[in-house]
């Protein structure tokens, strides 16, 4: 096992034969000294004091990471290089490094200077600026120095690396955000242990592990499709610990991962404002939270409260998370804000909305996370009157498509919404709140969402677009879905009755004909007419397919 080296330490003197990386040109400390030694020259020939940087290659990354803090620069870390986020950023930075199309990047001096100046990074100076989606929907900077960092690095090997030691470091997930960059980057350098490429299939992950003692840095994404048909057997007593944050890991992903992987998963709860606050372990079916060494805890009014060396001051820091107490530890009962996790990426659903609004299409609504095998973001929307035009000439799916491009400068695809309901106003309850409950059933719905064009005293018409996601079709039947008749039935009373004042008891029906089955797509037109002196309600489906059902309905007081 290697010596522990401090972040502030690592770089100031030479450390022969410590190992950095499992592949490429800088797998030794000394190469890598070296190439940090020409990203320090090359920042401080620059004169701004702020740099965004954003690589593919972990050991690129570090390297020039480690170059612009000790040529005394603050760096700003890139989740991504989507256009608004650089757009965004080119007002904060002086410039950028590393791999970010669109615009021009610092390269490193030529290899090879001699470095002879160097000495340890200062704790408070050294600093680093991280993003997270604030309660407001726009993009929060969160300012961190090197003390903050080095103590949970600390905290990590306090915590887990006896049962480490000299394992390689494997791992799904990008350095470019907090959970990477710690567990990925500055974790193995301080420890000494080698740094593997990133893996972003399984059947690379099971190749690179095989036979060495490993440990995995993963999410939840990762975890919960871990194909069960790979060689994982090859792993086993190998793989020393399996890391997982960004996320709520769902109990079955868990376990299964055991299974395969033949190590528990170890969860690690935190976030980038606190750094790492907890842990758990999947020994047991549903494991308590247990605070990471140097941290405390409290719950004010449910809300977990916590103090620790990883926040810039002593101060107790109130999160959004409910939580409660279970004996040495806590439980997590949801989000008290409008911050949601999908496939571990923090998205503000007030940001999505508020970029939603901003299309001609849209005159109002909600973003909010579906419950599903896992969790996608789904959009209830009011359209404008532009809005209902397009709706009607060119579908749903079309203006679903038009909307998920209206936000693909500020989202990627994971972040964006990937269900869509238009309707005429948002459901509320009697409080005249709009709830989850309501929005959820908007994408189970019993009843198509109906499109009024006609509604007189006797006559009606309205169009019905046929969702597949309709309970209805449920059985009806699974290899082609058809529209059951009994539906067409029971629809044409439900919106006869909207607007019909109809008798209360029904009689019969009568010139019954299913002409034509309706599927999932289909656009339905059904007219209705009631005829008073009868107690008579006559009804039709047609479609630009050709006429589907009609009939009449007897009622009776």
Not at 55 to 65: G, H, K, Q, S
Not at 355 to 379: G, K
């Amino acid at each position: 096992m290697a010596e522990w080296l401090s972040l502030a330490q690592l770089m100031a003197s030479p450390c022969p034969g410590r190992a950095v990386a499992l592949s490429g040109d800088l797998r030794d400390h000394a190469a890598l000294r070296e190439r940090v030694a020409a990203w320090r020259a090359a920042f401080m020939a620059q004169p701004g004091e702020d740099w965004a940087l954003h690589f593919d290659n972990t050991i690129a990354f570090a390297a020039a990471l480690f170059g612009a803090w000790h040529a005394g620069k603050r760096v700003f870390l890139c989740g991504d290089v989507l256009p608004d986020t650089v757009a965004r950023l080119r007002g904060q930075v002086d410039g950028f490094a590393g791999d970010v199309p669109g615009v021009a990047t610092l390269s490193p001096a030529t290899p090879g200077e001699a470095w002879t100046t160097a000495g340890p990074l200062d704790g408070e100076s050294t600093r680093l600026v991280v993003f997270t989606s604030g309660s407001t929907g726009e993009p929060t900077a969160i300012g961190k120095c090197l003390r903050q960092l080095a103590s949970e690095v600390e905290a990590l090997e306090a915590a887990f690396g006896a049962e480490l030691g000299d394992a390689q470091v494997h791992g799904t997930v990008s350095h470019q955000h907090i959970y990477g960059l710690l567990f990925r980057v500055l974790w193995p350098l301080a420890a000494g242990r080698p740094i593997a490429p990133r893996a972003f299939f399984p059947e690379d992950m099971v190749s690179a592990m095989s036979g060495q003692p490993s440990l995995l840095v993963a999410s939840p994404a990762h975890l919960r499709r871990l194909p069960a048909q790979l060689a994982w057997n090859a792993l086993r007593g190998h793989v020393r610990a399996v890391f997982s944050s960004g996320g709520a890991l769902p109990a079955e992903a868990a376990l299964q991962a055991r299974e395969l992987l033949g190590v528990a998963p170890t969860e690690i709860y935190g976030s980038s404002e606190t750094g790492g606050i907890a842990w758990r372990r999947w020994d047991a079916e549903l494991p308590a939270w247990s605070p990471l060494p140097g941290v405390e805890w409290r719950l004010a009014q449910e809300r977990l409260e916590v103090r620790s060396p990883h926040l810039p001051d002593a101060r107790w820091w109130r999160s959004e998370d409910r939580a409660g107490a279970d004996g040495a530890g806590f439980r997590l009962l949801g989000r008290a804000d409008r911050i949601v996790k999908i496939e571990e990426r923090r998205v503000s659903l007030d940001a999505l909305e508020k970029q939603l609004l901003l299309h001609p299409a849209v005159e109002a609504v909600r973003v909010f996370a579906l419950a599903d095998t896992r969790s996608v973001l789904a959009a209830a929307i009011v359209p404008s009157e532009a809005g209902w035009r397009q709706l009607h000439d060119d579908g749903r799916r079309a203006l679903s498509i038009a909307l998920g491009r209206h936000l693909a400068g500020s989202h990627d695809a994971v972040t964006r919404p990937r269900r869509w309901r238009f309707v005429e106003a948002l459901p509320t309850d009697a409080q005249g709140k709009v709830t989850t409950t309501l929005l959820t059933a908007l994408f189970r719905p019993q009843l198509p969402v109906p499109r009024w064009t006609t509604r007189e005293p006797a006559h009606a018409m309205l169009e019905l677009d046929l969702d597949a996601e309709l309970a209805v079709f449920d059985g009806h039947f699974p290899q082609a879905a058809i529209l059951p008749g009994v539906a067409q039935l029971h629809w044409a009373v439900h919106y006869a009755r909207e607007v019909f004042t109809l008798p209360p008891r029904f009689v019969r029906m009568e010139a019954l004909k299913f002409q034509r089955v309706a599927r999932p797509g289909d656009r339905l037109t059904l007219q209705l007419e009631w005829r008073a002196e009868r107690a008579t309600l006559q009804f039709a489906y047609v479609s630009a397919h050709g006429p589907h059902a009609s009939g009449r309905v007897v009622f009776d007081d």
